[in-house]
């Protein structure tokens, strides 16, 4: 069982100051920032973060990556919806 958490069930959102868009949180990155401890404040500040490193991947998607923390993202109707997050 998952333990408590205050996301709800995906239709969380982010805004990023500096990329002028939305995130959304994807149910496979709720769940696996639950099981790593990676909070959301953890994932904004990743998101909004002047270190954070931005690289786009064959398959079309972005990993946002800084110090130790990395999400994957992809772009879909305007918004960017986090795949998952993870610690390197």
Do not use: W
């Amino acid at each position: 069982m998952m333990p408590e958490s205050d996301f709800d069930s995906g239709n969380k959102r982010i805004y990023s100051d500096i990329l002028k868009v939305e995130f959304v949180y994807d149910i496979h990155a709720i769940q696996r920032s639950l099981e790593r401890d990676i909070t959301e404040e953890d994932m904004k500040n990743l998101i909004n973060g002047r270190d954070t490193v931005c690289e786009r991947q064959m398959n079309g998607r972005f990993r946002l990556s800084s110090g130790e923390l990395a999400m994957i993202v992809g772009y879909e109707n305007g918004l960017m919806r986090i795949i998952t997050v993870f610690t390197k």
